[in-house]
């Protein structure tokens, strides 16, 4: 694949070369994920953040129809203000691309992305997972499946709540992706620190992390590892909160003949608005320790 196909950034391929720590960083969350222009600010804090740690951030989307790992922040500032711009997961990347749209990657495409470029570590909020009722819908997140094949490390809060964990966490060890819990054999729940699943491993150091993804490479094995960090207890939404409000919004989205794709926003924007916002300050403190975890993890391996 050639350098004019995805466009890899000097800075980013510099770090790689010369195995200095590098971290991943997903656009959907500024061009999906928060409002304007909180969505900016969360975007280049993230950046900075992992420079502070002495790590090389590199975030990914498509600008123009080039997939890019390692926006410029002029880039990442435009994607950010682009009204109804392209979710772009793997199967939409051709598609962007041929038309020179700009789209915001997913976790599916970011991965893909990120592992092209050489980047080991990928920092995000949320996964993608089984959606309730996939028994009949086969309503299920190309995340998964993309994470089967691709061997990188990414560091998630968990699922978003909204989804079937234990059916996700099913599928996770049907397509053997290890699902390993950071300081917790607890799966987090992502506004939630315990999502009331349990998981069979757990690691307590970014060094034993690291070991983790040394392992799979040496074996030789094509999967990403999940390393779930739990938001801070103090930090997570009042989880008897959450669980009346996901009721609630169940019952209006079945009122409302609220199904398939358009159910995850459609959830998601109604726990925004009876939360008066909180679940994005949530939202926003995830991402943070994510980001953290990721460039602490991200300098272990170079060692």
Same mark, same amino acid.
């Given at each position: 694949?050639?350098?004019?196909?995805?466009?890899?950034?000097?800075?980013?391929?510099?770090?790689?070369?010369?195995?200095?720590?590098?971290?991943?960083?997903?656009?959907?969350?500024?061009?999906?994920?928060?409002?304007?222009?909180?969505?900016?600010?969360?975007?280049?804090?993230?950046?900075?953040?992992?420079?502070?740690?002495?790590?090389?951030?590199?975030?990914?989307?498509?600008?123009?129809?080039?997939?890019?790992?390692? @926006?410029?922040?002029? &880039?990442?500032?435009? $994607?950010? !203000?682009?009204?109804?711009? *392209? =979710?772009?997961?793997?199967?939409?990347?051709?598609?962007?691309?041929?038309?020179?749209?700009?789209?915001?990657?997913?976790?599916?495409?970011?991965?893909?992305?990120?592992?092209?470029?050489?980047?080991?570590?990928?920092?995000?909020?949320?996964?993608?997972?089984?959606?309730?009722?996939?028994?009949?819908?086969?309503?299920?997140?190309?995340?998964?499946?993309?994470?089967?094949?691709?061997?990188?490390?990414?560091?998630?809060?968990?699922?978003?709540?909204?989804?079937?964990?234990?059916?996700?966490?099913?599928?996770?060890?049907?397509?053997?992706?290890?699902?390993?819990?950071?300081?917790?054999?607890?799966?987090?729940?992502?506004?939630?620190?315990?999502?009331?699943?349990?998981?069979?491993?757990?690691?307590?150091?970014?060094?034993?992390?690291?070991?983790?993804?040394?392992?799979?490479?040496? @074996?030789?094995?094509? &999967?990403?590892?999940? $390393?779930? !960090?739990?938001?801070?207890? *103090? =930090?997570?939404?009042?989880?008897?909160?959450?669980?009346?409000?996901?009721?609630?919004?169940?019952?209006?989205?079945?009122?409302?003949?609220?199904?398939?794709?358009?159910?995850?926003?459609?959830?998601?924007?109604?726990?925004?608005?009876?939360?008066?916002?909180?679940?994005?300050?949530?939202?926003?403190?995830?991402?943070?320790?994510?980001?953290?975890?990721?460039?602490?993890?991200?300098?272990?391996?170079?060692?």
């Amino acid at each position: 694949m050639s350098e004019s196909v995805i466009h890899v950034s000097p800075e980013v391929q510099d770090a790689v070369r010369e195995n200095r720590p590098v971290v991943a960083l997903e656009s959907t969350i500024f061009t999906h994920g928060l409002p304007r222009p909180r969505n900016l600010d969360v975007a280049l804090e993230a950046e900075a953040d992992l420079r502070a740690q002495g790590v090389t951030p590199a975030t990914i989307g498509v600008f123009n129809g080039v997939p890019t790992v390692g @926006l410029s922040t002029e &880039q990442i500032t435009i $994607l950010s !203000n682009t009204d109804n711009i *392209d =979710k772009a997961s793997l199967r939409d990347l051709p598609v962007v691309r041929a038309l020179g749209k700009h789209g915001g990657t997913t976790v599916a495409a970011t991965a893909f992305l990120a592992h092209h470029a050489g980047v080991r570590v990928f920092s995000t909020g949320g996964l993608g997972g089984v959606h309730h009722g996939a028994a009949e819908s086969f309503d299920e997140s190309a995340d998964m499946t993309t994470l089967a094949q691709i061997p990188i490390l990414v560091i998630s809060a968990g699922v978003k709540s909204i989804l079937d964990i234990p059916a996700t966490l099913e599928r996770f060890e049907t397509l053997n992706i290890p699902v390993i819990g950071y300081g917790t054999t607890r799966y987090p729940g992502f506004y939630i620190t315990d999502s009331g699943f349990t998981i069979g491993y757990s690691v307590d150091t970014p060094e034993e992390a690291a070991a983790i993804v040394n392992a799979r490479d040496e @074996l030789g094995l094509p &999967q990403s590892v999940l $390393l779930a !960090n739990p938001v801070a207890a *103090d =930090k997570q939404l009042p989880p008897e909160q959450l669980d009346d409000i996901l009721a609630r919004a169940w019952a209006e989205a079945e009122k409302q003949g609220i199904s398939g794709n358009a159910s995850t926003p459609f959830l998601l924007d109604f726990i925004q608005k009876d939360t008066k916002g909180v679940s994005l300050d949530v939202n926003v403190e995830v991402y943070r320790g994510n980001v953290a975890l990721g460039g602490l993890v991200a300098t272990a391996l170079t060692r």
